[in-house]
Protein backbone atom coordinates (compact mmCIF):
# COMPACT_ATOMS: atom_id res chain seq x y z
CA UNK A 1 0.00 0.00 0.00
CA UNK A 2 2.41 2.73 0.48
CA UNK A 3 4.76 1.89 -2.76
CA UNK A 4 0.89 2.44 -4.27
CA UNK A 5 0.68 5.92 -2.74
CA UNK A 6 3.91 6.62 -3.37
CA UNK A 7 3.02 6.09 -7.35
CA UNK A 8 -0.20 7.57 -6.98
CA UNK A 9 2.06 10.89 -5.77
CA UNK A 10 4.46 10.44 -8.66
CA UNK A 11 1.55 10.43 -10.84
CA UNK A 12 0.82 14.04 -9.60
CA UNK A 13 4.07 14.85 -10.07
CA UNK A 14 4.99 13.65 -13.17
CA UNK A 15 1.41 14.46 -14.86
CA UNK A 16 1.97 18.22 -13.79
CA UNK A 17 4.88 18.81 -15.51
CA UNK A 18 4.48 16.76 -18.56
CA UNK A 19 1.30 18.81 -18.67
CA UNK A 20 3.16 22.69 -18.67
CA UNK A 21 5.57 21.22 -20.62
CA UNK A 22 3.91 19.96 -23.67
CA UNK A 23 0.80 22.55 -23.32
CA UNK A 24 1.89 25.35 -20.99
CA UNK A 25 -0.59 27.05 -19.10
CA UNK A 26 -4.41 25.24 -19.34
CA UNK A 27 -7.64 26.34 -18.40
CA UNK A 28 -10.30 24.09 -16.89
CA UNK A 29 -12.17 24.41 -20.76
CA UNK A 30 -9.39 22.77 -22.31
CA UNK A 31 -8.55 19.77 -20.18
CA UNK A 32 -12.15 18.63 -20.50
CA UNK A 33 -12.71 19.57 -24.14
CA UNK A 34 -9.65 17.56 -24.86
CA UNK A 35 -10.86 14.43 -22.72
CA UNK A 36 -13.94 14.23 -24.68
CA UNK A 37 -12.29 13.89 -27.63
CA UNK A 38 -11.84 10.85 -29.68
CA UNK A 39 -8.02 9.65 -28.47
CA UNK A 40 -7.01 7.90 -31.82
CA UNK A 41 -6.06 11.58 -32.98
CA UNK A 42 -3.51 11.57 -30.87
CA UNK A 43 -1.98 8.42 -30.29
CA UNK A 44 2.08 9.74 -29.64
CA UNK A 45 0.78 12.09 -27.33
CA UNK A 46 -0.75 10.01 -25.37
CA UNK A 47 2.26 7.56 -25.81
CA UNK A 48 4.21 10.75 -24.46
CA UNK A 49 2.16 10.90 -21.75
CA UNK A 50 2.45 7.24 -20.45
CA UNK A 51 6.55 6.81 -20.98
CA UNK A 52 6.63 10.10 -19.04
CA UNK A 53 4.28 9.02 -16.02
CA UNK A 54 2.86 5.74 -15.76
CA UNK A 55 6.06 3.74 -17.47
CA UNK A 56 8.57 6.13 -15.67
CA UNK A 57 6.30 6.10 -12.12
CA UNK A 58 6.26 2.00 -12.47
CA UNK A 59 9.95 1.79 -12.94
CA UNK A 60 10.78 4.28 -9.91
CA UNK A 61 8.25 2.10 -7.45
CA UNK A 62 9.77 -0.89 -8.96
CA UNK A 63 13.39 -0.10 -8.39
CA UNK A 64 12.07 1.22 -4.28
CA UNK A 65 10.41 -2.06 -3.68
CA UNK A 66 13.76 -3.85 -5.14
CA UNK A 67 15.63 -1.50 -2.46
CA UNK A 68 13.53 -1.66 0.72
CA UNK A 69 12.45 -5.39 0.63
CA UNK A 70 16.05 -7.14 -0.78
CA UNK A 71 18.92 -4.91 -0.51
CA UNK A 72 19.64 -6.14 3.07
CA UNK A 73 20.91 -9.46 1.41
CA UNK A 74 23.91 -7.42 0.60
CA UNK A 75 24.80 -7.07 4.24
CA UNK A 76 26.33 -3.24 3.60
CA UNK A 77 25.93 -1.60 7.13
CA UNK A 78 25.45 2.23 6.01
CA UNK A 79 22.33 0.65 3.05
CA UNK A 80 20.97 -1.38 5.27
CA UNK A 81 20.72 1.28 7.97
CA UNK A 82 19.11 3.73 5.33
CA UNK A 83 16.85 0.69 4.11
CA UNK A 84 15.80 -0.32 7.82
CA UNK A 85 14.60 3.22 8.38
CA UNK A 86 12.60 3.93 5.31
CA UNK A 87 10.85 0.67 5.77
CA UNK A 88 10.16 1.52 9.42
CA UNK A 89 8.80 4.80 8.35
CA UNK A 90 7.50 3.88 5.49
CA UNK A 91 4.07 5.26 6.05
CA UNK A 92 5.10 8.48 7.54
CA UNK A 93 7.55 8.76 4.02
CA UNK A 94 4.61 7.72 1.71
CA UNK A 95 2.18 10.24 2.89
CA UNK A 96 3.95 12.53 3.21
CA UNK A 97 5.60 12.43 -0.58
CA UNK A 98 2.06 12.54 -1.73
CA UNK A 99 1.19 15.30 0.55
CA UNK A 100 3.59 17.29 -1.27
CA UNK A 101 3.22 15.87 -4.87
CA UNK A 102 -0.89 17.32 -4.21
CA UNK A 103 0.85 20.45 -3.30
CA UNK A 104 3.26 20.50 -5.97
CA UNK A 105 0.15 19.68 -8.35
CA UNK A 106 -2.22 22.34 -7.14
CA UNK A 107 0.46 24.88 -7.34
CA UNK A 108 1.72 24.15 -10.61
CA UNK A 109 -1.30 23.62 -12.67
CA UNK A 110 -3.08 26.68 -10.67
CA UNK A 111 -5.66 24.48 -9.85
CA UNK A 112 -7.48 27.42 -7.57
CA UNK A 113 -7.43 29.65 -10.07
CA UNK A 114 -9.22 27.27 -12.08
CA UNK A 115 -11.70 26.46 -8.87
CA UNK A 116 -12.27 30.31 -9.21
CA UNK A 117 -13.18 30.46 -13.18
CA UNK A 118 -15.42 27.36 -12.45
CA UNK A 119 -17.05 29.32 -9.64
CA UNK A 120 -18.16 31.69 -12.62
CA UNK A 121 -20.36 29.56 -14.04
CA UNK A 122 -22.92 29.00 -11.12
CA UNK A 123 -23.26 32.57 -12.01
CA UNK A 124 -26.37 33.62 -13.93
CA UNK A 125 -25.56 36.68 -16.55
CA UNK A 126 -25.95 39.26 -19.39
CA UNK A 127 -22.89 39.50 -20.70
CA UNK A 128 -24.06 38.02 -24.33
CA UNK A 129 -27.32 39.69 -23.94
CA UNK A 130 -25.60 43.05 -23.83
CA UNK A 131 -22.47 42.45 -26.19
CA UNK A 132 -23.15 39.52 -28.20
CA UNK A 133 -24.83 40.57 -31.89
CA UNK A 134 -26.29 37.13 -33.67
CA UNK A 135 -24.94 37.52 -37.03
CA UNK A 136 -27.82 35.85 -38.60
CA UNK A 137 -30.04 39.18 -37.55
CA UNK A 138 -27.29 41.76 -39.02
CA UNK A 139 -27.38 43.58 -42.24
CA UNK A 140 -24.52 42.41 -44.12
CA UNK A 141 -24.08 43.85 -47.99
CA UNK A 142 -21.98 42.24 -50.17
CA UNK A 143 -20.18 43.25 -53.36
CA UNK A 144 -21.47 42.42 -57.02
CA UNK A 145 -18.10 41.17 -57.43
CA UNK A 146 -17.61 38.31 -54.32
CA UNK A 147 -13.94 37.99 -53.95
CA UNK A 148 -12.52 34.31 -52.95
CA UNK A 149 -11.23 33.67 -49.45
CA UNK A 150 -8.36 31.75 -48.43
CA UNK A 151 -7.83 31.16 -44.98
CA UNK A 152 -4.62 29.67 -43.44
CA UNK A 153 -4.73 28.96 -39.52
CA UNK A 154 -0.89 28.79 -39.28
CA UNK A 155 -0.57 26.04 -36.06
CA UNK A 156 0.49 27.88 -32.99
CA UNK A 157 2.19 30.75 -35.13
CA UNK A 158 3.39 33.52 -33.19
CA UNK A 159 4.83 37.26 -33.78
CA UNK A 160 7.01 36.29 -30.95
CA UNK A 161 8.93 34.56 -33.26
CA UNK A 162 9.70 37.41 -35.44
CA UNK A 163 13.10 39.89 -34.42
CA UNK A 164 11.77 43.34 -33.49
CA UNK A 165 12.70 46.21 -31.34
CA UNK A 166 10.01 44.53 -29.25
CA UNK A 167 10.50 41.03 -29.58
CA UNK A 168 14.38 39.45 -30.00
CA UNK A 169 13.70 36.45 -27.80
CA UNK A 170 15.38 34.14 -30.11
CA UNK A 171 17.92 36.09 -31.46
CA UNK A 172 16.81 36.06 -34.92
CA UNK A 173 13.99 36.82 -36.96
CA UNK A 174 12.37 33.02 -37.25
CA UNK A 175 9.50 33.98 -39.60
CA UNK A 176 11.34 36.61 -42.03
CA UNK A 177 8.88 35.53 -44.70
CA UNK A 178 5.82 36.14 -42.86
CA UNK A 179 7.18 39.48 -40.93
CA UNK A 180 7.97 40.61 -45.10
CA UNK A 181 4.18 39.98 -45.83
CA UNK A 182 3.26 41.81 -42.48
CA UNK A 183 4.95 44.45 -43.86
CA UNK A 184 3.83 44.64 -47.21
CA UNK A 185 0.10 44.09 -46.62
CA UNK A 186 -2.19 44.45 -43.44
CA UNK A 187 -1.46 43.47 -40.16
CA UNK A 188 -3.40 44.44 -37.22
CA UNK A 189 -1.65 44.56 -33.73
CA UNK A 190 -1.36 46.00 -30.00
CA UNK A 191 1.94 47.70 -30.47
CA UNK A 192 3.94 49.79 -32.78
CA UNK A 193 5.03 46.38 -34.41
CA UNK A 194 4.35 42.92 -34.96
CA UNK A 195 2.01 41.74 -32.25
CA UNK A 196 -2.12 40.17 -32.31
CA UNK A 197 -4.88 39.60 -30.24
CA UNK A 198 -5.19 39.22 -26.70
CA UNK A 199 -6.37 35.45 -26.05
CA UNK A 200 -9.73 35.07 -23.50
CA UNK A 201 -10.66 32.19 -21.66
CA UNK A 202 -12.09 29.20 -24.35
CA UNK A 203 -10.14 30.90 -27.26
CA UNK A 204 -6.76 29.12 -26.20
CA UNK A 205 -6.66 25.89 -28.27
CA UNK A 206 -6.92 25.08 -31.41
CA UNK A 207 -10.92 24.31 -31.70
CA UNK A 208 -11.70 26.90 -29.40
CA UNK A 209 -9.59 29.47 -31.95
CA UNK A 210 -11.36 28.21 -35.06
CA UNK A 211 -14.45 28.86 -33.17
CA UNK A 212 -13.76 32.27 -32.12
CA UNK A 213 -12.04 33.68 -35.24
CA UNK A 214 -14.67 32.32 -37.66
CA UNK A 215 -17.66 32.13 -35.30
CA UNK A 216 -17.44 35.36 -33.08
CA UNK A 217 -17.63 33.35 -29.66
CA UNK A 218 -15.84 31.15 -27.08
CA UNK A 219 -16.25 27.59 -26.56
CA UNK A 220 -17.03 26.75 -23.13
CA UNK A 221 -18.18 23.80 -21.18
CA UNK A 222 -19.68 21.21 -20.09
CA UNK A 223 -19.82 18.87 -22.89
CA UNK A 224 -22.77 16.45 -22.42
CA UNK A 225 -21.85 13.73 -24.92
CA UNK A 226 -18.44 12.34 -25.43
CA UNK A 227 -16.77 13.80 -28.47
CA UNK A 228 -20.53 15.69 -29.27
CA UNK A 229 -20.80 19.31 -28.46
CA UNK A 230 -24.67 19.41 -27.91
CA UNK A 231 -27.27 16.57 -27.00
CA UNK A 232 -28.09 16.21 -30.79
CA UNK A 233 -24.37 16.14 -31.95
CA UNK A 234 -24.10 19.44 -33.61
CA UNK A 235 -21.42 21.69 -33.11
CA UNK A 236 -23.15 25.14 -31.90
CA UNK A 237 -25.82 24.41 -34.01
CA UNK A 238 -27.43 28.37 -33.71
CA UNK A 239 -24.02 29.62 -34.04
CA UNK A 240 -24.03 31.71 -37.26
CA UNK A 241 -20.40 31.05 -38.73
CA UNK A 242 -18.52 33.03 -41.45
CA UNK A 243 -19.07 29.89 -43.56
CA UNK A 244 -22.69 30.00 -42.99
CA UNK A 245 -22.81 34.02 -43.89
CA UNK A 246 -20.68 32.55 -46.84
CA UNK A 247 -22.71 30.06 -47.97
CA UNK A 248 -25.45 31.71 -48.28
CA UNK A 249 -23.42 34.05 -50.50
CA UNK A 250 -23.32 30.98 -53.44
CA UNK A 251 -20.07 30.54 -52.00
CA UNK A 252 -18.31 26.93 -52.32
CA UNK A 253 -16.76 25.69 -48.86
CA UNK A 254 -13.49 23.52 -48.56
CA UNK A 255 -11.88 22.24 -45.37
CA UNK A 256 -8.38 20.99 -45.78
CA UNK A 257 -6.27 19.37 -42.28
CA UNK A 258 -3.81 16.83 -41.97
CA UNK A 259 -5.08 14.87 -39.47
CA UNK A 260 -8.53 13.15 -38.93
CA UNK A 261 -11.40 15.23 -39.54
CA UNK A 262 -12.49 13.86 -36.09
CA UNK A 263 -9.91 15.25 -33.75
CA UNK A 264 -11.30 17.93 -31.37
CA UNK A 265 -14.87 17.84 -33.38
CA UNK A 266 -14.06 19.49 -36.64
CA UNK A 267 -15.83 17.12 -38.37
CA UNK A 268 -19.15 17.90 -36.27
CA UNK A 269 -18.16 21.62 -36.97
CA UNK A 270 -17.67 21.60 -40.47
CA UNK A 271 -21.11 19.52 -41.03
CA UNK A 272 -23.31 21.59 -38.74
CA UNK A 273 -21.98 25.16 -40.54
CA UNK A 274 -23.00 24.03 -44.26
CA UNK A 275 -21.65 20.41 -44.53
CA UNK A 276 -18.43 21.91 -46.03
CA UNK A 277 -16.01 19.68 -48.01
CA UNK A 278 -14.06 17.87 -45.42
CA UNK A 279 -10.67 16.98 -46.78
CA UNK A 280 -8.89 15.03 -44.32
CA UNK A 281 -6.51 11.76 -44.05
CA UNK A 282 -9.37 10.16 -44.07
CA UNK A 283 -10.93 11.90 -47.47
CA UNK A 284 -7.48 10.72 -48.78
CA UNK A 285 -7.34 6.91 -47.40
CA UNK A 286 -10.69 6.65 -48.61
CA UNK A 287 -9.76 8.10 -52.17
CA UNK A 288 -7.47 5.35 -52.82
CA UNK A 289 -9.32 2.99 -51.42
CA UNK A 290 -7.89 2.50 -48.04
CA UNK A 291 -8.98 2.03 -44.68
CA UNK A 292 -7.05 3.63 -41.76
CA UNK A 293 -6.39 1.60 -38.78
CA UNK A 294 -7.61 3.24 -35.36
CA UNK A 295 -3.60 3.80 -35.18
CA UNK A 296 -3.17 5.55 -39.08
CA UNK A 297 -5.62 7.71 -37.76
CA UNK A 298 -3.68 9.69 -35.63
CA UNK A 299 -1.04 10.47 -37.81
CA UNK A 300 -0.82 13.39 -39.25
CA UNK A 301 0.00 14.95 -43.14
CA UNK A 302 3.23 16.55 -43.15
CA UNK A 303 2.91 20.01 -44.63
CA UNK A 304 4.96 20.02 -47.57
CA UNK A 305 2.35 17.34 -48.62
CA UNK A 306 -0.50 19.27 -47.52
CA UNK A 307 0.53 22.52 -49.80
CA UNK A 308 0.42 20.15 -53.08
CA UNK A 309 -3.33 18.81 -52.03
CA UNK A 310 -4.08 22.65 -51.30
CA UNK A 311 -2.78 23.48 -54.61
CA UNK A 312 -5.37 20.80 -56.42
CA UNK A 313 -8.10 21.46 -54.29
CA UNK A 314 -7.42 25.42 -55.11
CA UNK A 315 -6.83 24.52 -58.74
CA UNK A 316 -10.36 22.28 -58.73
CA UNK A 317 -12.28 25.44 -56.92
CA UNK A 318 -11.45 27.93 -59.37
CA UNK A 319 -12.18 25.37 -61.98
CA UNK A 320 -15.89 26.33 -60.71
CA UNK A 321 -18.50 29.00 -61.59
CA UNK A 322 -19.21 30.40 -58.34
CA UNK A 323 -16.90 32.12 -55.78
CA UNK A 324 -15.38 30.13 -52.95
CA UNK A 325 -13.90 30.15 -49.57
CA UNK A 326 -10.52 27.48 -48.60
CA UNK A 327 -9.16 26.94 -45.25
CA UNK A 328 -6.31 25.04 -44.29
CA UNK A 329 -4.16 24.37 -41.11
CA UNK A 330 -1.49 23.62 -40.96
CA UNK A 331 0.37 21.17 -38.66
CA UNK A 332 4.49 21.03 -38.58
CA UNK A 333 4.81 23.62 -35.73
CA UNK A 334 2.22 21.32 -33.11
CA UNK A 335 3.61 21.36 -29.91
CA UNK A 336 7.13 23.17 -31.62
CA UNK A 337 8.55 20.05 -33.00
CA UNK A 338 5.66 17.72 -34.66
CA UNK A 339 7.02 17.51 -38.47
CA UNK A 340 10.31 19.07 -39.54
CA UNK A 341 11.42 18.94 -43.44
CA UNK A 342 14.47 19.05 -43.88
CA UNK A 343 14.51 18.23 -47.57
CA UNK A 344 12.63 21.52 -47.66
CA UNK A 345 14.16 23.85 -45.78
CA UNK A 346 17.80 22.73 -44.71
CA UNK A 347 19.13 22.77 -41.18
CA UNK A 348 19.78 26.24 -40.43
CA UNK A 349 19.65 26.00 -36.93
CA UNK A 350 21.56 22.71 -35.92
CA UNK A 351 21.24 19.26 -37.31
CA UNK A 352 17.71 18.13 -35.67
CA UNK A 353 14.33 18.67 -34.99
CA UNK A 354 14.11 21.64 -32.94
CA UNK A 355 11.74 24.61 -32.54
CA UNK A 356 13.98 27.18 -34.00
CA UNK A 357 14.39 24.41 -37.67
CA UNK A 358 10.66 23.46 -37.76
CA UNK A 359 9.00 27.20 -37.27
CA UNK A 360 11.44 28.39 -39.71
CA UNK A 361 10.52 25.51 -42.08
CA UNK A 362 6.76 26.38 -41.44
CA UNK A 363 7.84 30.47 -42.29
CA UNK A 364 9.78 28.95 -45.47
CA UNK A 365 6.82 27.23 -47.08
CA UNK A 366 4.09 29.43 -46.26
CA UNK A 367 6.05 31.89 -47.87
CA UNK A 368 6.58 29.93 -51.41
CA UNK A 369 2.67 29.10 -51.04
CA UNK A 370 1.77 32.91 -50.82
CA UNK A 371 4.32 33.30 -53.83
CA UNK A 372 2.65 29.82 -55.67
CA UNK A 373 -0.91 31.92 -55.03
CA UNK A 374 0.40 35.80 -56.75
CA UNK A 375 1.08 33.32 -59.94
CA UNK A 376 -2.61 31.66 -60.05
CA UNK A 377 -5.32 33.83 -61.96
CA UNK A 378 -7.59 33.87 -59.10
CA UNK A 379 -4.97 35.77 -57.26
CA UNK A 380 -6.38 38.84 -57.91
CA UNK A 381 -9.63 38.05 -57.37
CA UNK A 382 -8.94 36.26 -53.62
CA UNK A 383 -8.93 37.66 -50.17
CA UNK A 384 -5.98 36.17 -48.03
CA UNK A 385 -6.00 35.44 -44.17
CA UNK A 386 -2.57 34.10 -42.40
CA UNK A 387 -3.44 33.31 -38.81
CA UNK A 388 -2.03 31.85 -35.67
CA UNK A 389 -4.18 29.69 -34.32
CA UNK A 390 -3.24 29.95 -30.77
CA UNK A 391 -0.08 30.37 -28.74
CA UNK A 392 2.58 27.38 -29.08
CA UNK A 393 1.67 25.37 -26.34
CA UNK A 394 5.16 25.66 -24.81
CA UNK A 395 6.20 28.00 -21.78
CA UNK A 396 9.19 29.53 -22.64
CA UNK A 397 11.32 30.40 -20.00
CA UNK A 398 11.02 33.82 -20.02
CA UNK A 399 7.52 34.22 -18.65
CA UNK A 400 7.06 37.91 -19.00
CA UNK A 401 7.45 37.46 -22.70
CA UNK A 402 4.63 38.96 -24.62
CA UNK A 403 3.24 36.99 -26.87
CA UNK A 404 0.23 37.02 -29.53
CA UNK A 405 -0.70 34.55 -32.34
CA UNK A 406 -0.46 36.47 -35.60
CA UNK A 407 -2.72 37.52 -37.94
CA UNK A 408 -1.79 39.20 -42.09
CA UNK A 409 -4.62 40.17 -44.56
CA UNK A 410 -3.24 40.23 -48.01
CA UNK A 411 -5.72 41.71 -50.85
CA UNK A 412 -7.91 42.94 -48.64
CA UNK A 413 -10.97 45.02 -50.40
CA UNK A 414 -10.37 47.87 -48.01
CA UNK A 415 -8.03 49.57 -45.72
CA UNK A 416 -7.71 49.97 -42.19
CA UNK A 417 -7.46 53.74 -40.66
CA UNK A 418 -5.68 52.14 -37.43
CA UNK A 419 -3.50 48.89 -37.64
CA UNK A 420 -1.32 49.45 -34.80
CA UNK A 421 -1.69 49.55 -30.72
CA UNK A 422 -5.51 47.84 -30.97
CA UNK A 423 -6.84 46.19 -27.87
CA UNK A 424 -8.69 42.97 -29.48
CA UNK A 425 -9.37 39.59 -29.08
CA UNK A 426 -9.57 36.41 -31.26
CA UNK A 427 -13.74 37.22 -31.53
CA UNK A 428 -12.67 40.53 -33.37
CA UNK A 429 -10.94 38.61 -36.45
CA UNK A 430 -14.05 37.12 -37.53
CA UNK A 431 -16.18 39.99 -38.78
CA UNK A 432 -12.59 41.57 -39.69
CA UNK A 433 -12.81 39.02 -42.31
CA UNK A 434 -16.42 39.44 -43.45
CA UNK A 435 -15.55 42.97 -44.33
CA UNK A 436 -11.87 42.47 -46.15
CA UNK A 437 -13.99 40.79 -48.50
CA UNK A 438 -15.49 44.05 -49.22
CA UNK A 439 -18.71 43.33 -47.62
CA UNK A 440 -20.32 45.88 -45.30
CA UNK A 441 -21.62 44.78 -41.64
CA UNK A 442 -24.63 47.36 -40.41
CA UNK A 443 -22.90 48.79 -36.95
CA UNK A 444 -19.48 46.61 -37.70
CA UNK A 445 -19.77 44.18 -35.08
CA UNK A 446 -20.73 40.50 -35.46
CA UNK A 447 -20.36 37.65 -32.48
CA UNK A 448 -18.99 38.79 -29.90
CA UNK A 449 -16.52 41.31 -32.35
CA UNK A 450 -15.71 44.31 -34.44
CA UNK A 451 -13.99 44.82 -37.43
CA UNK A 452 -11.06 46.11 -37.08
CA UNK A 453 -11.02 48.19 -40.76
CA UNK A 454 -13.80 50.02 -38.75
CA UNK A 455 -13.45 53.11 -36.64
CA UNK A 456 -16.00 51.23 -34.38
CA UNK A 457 -13.97 50.45 -30.89
CA UNK A 458 -13.65 46.81 -29.82
CA UNK A 459 -15.39 45.57 -27.02
CA UNK A 460 -12.14 45.48 -25.13
CA UNK A 461 -11.23 49.08 -26.39
CA UNK A 462 -14.61 51.09 -25.36
CA UNK A 463 -16.94 48.85 -23.12
CA UNK A 464 -14.76 46.35 -20.62
CA UNK A 465 -10.88 45.19 -19.73
CA UNK A 466 -9.36 41.85 -21.04
CA UNK A 467 -9.69 40.71 -17.66
CA UNK A 468 -13.67 41.61 -17.20
CA UNK A 469 -13.99 39.91 -20.91
CA UNK A 470 -12.71 36.67 -19.49
CA UNK A 471 -14.53 36.75 -16.58
CA UNK A 472 -18.08 37.90 -18.52
CA UNK A 473 -18.15 34.84 -20.98
CA UNK A 474 -17.52 32.35 -18.09
CA UNK A 475 -20.03 33.40 -16.92
CA UNK A 476 -23.91 31.07 -17.56
CA UNK A 477 -26.23 32.64 -20.19
CA UNK A 478 -29.61 32.09 -21.95
CA UNK A 479 -28.07 33.55 -25.12
CA UNK A 480 -25.07 30.80 -24.69
CA UNK A 481 -27.41 28.07 -23.63
CA UNK A 482 -29.25 28.12 -27.06
CA UNK A 483 -26.04 28.85 -29.34
CA UNK A 484 -24.24 25.41 -27.36
CA UNK A 485 -27.88 23.12 -27.10
CA UNK A 486 -30.00 24.54 -29.14
CA UNK A 487 -32.10 25.29 -26.60
CA UNK A 488 -35.08 28.11 -27.15
CA UNK A 489 -34.65 32.09 -26.15
CA UNK A 490 -37.56 33.09 -23.90
Not at 203 to 214: D, R
Not at 365 to 373: A, H, K, P, T
Amino acid sequence: MPLLIVFCGFMLFASANWIIRKFGPVTYEQILFHLNMPFHSEVRLILSYLQNTVMLGAIIVFLLWLFTSQMYRLKFKKIEKIRSYIYSHRWFLSLGWFIFCAIYFFVRMNVWTMLTYHSYKREVSNFYEQNYVLPQNAKITFPENKKNLIIIFMESMESTFAQTPRHNYYQTDLIPELHNLAKQNIHFSDSEYLGGEYAIDGTQWTQAALFAKTCGAPIQLPIKEVYLISPKGEFYPNAWCLYDILAEQGYNESFLVGSSGTFAGLDHFVKTHRNQRLLDILHYAGEQGKKLSYKERGESIADKKLYVLAKNELNRLAEQNKPFVFTMMTLDTHFGSQEFSGDVCGYKYGKKKNLKNVVSCADFQIGQFVEWLKQQRFYNDSVIVLLGDHLMMRNPKEENLIRHPLNIFINSVISANKTKNRIFTPFDIYPTIVESMGAKISGHRLGLGTSLFSDVATLTEEKMTLKEMDIGVRKSSEVYDWLLYGKKLK
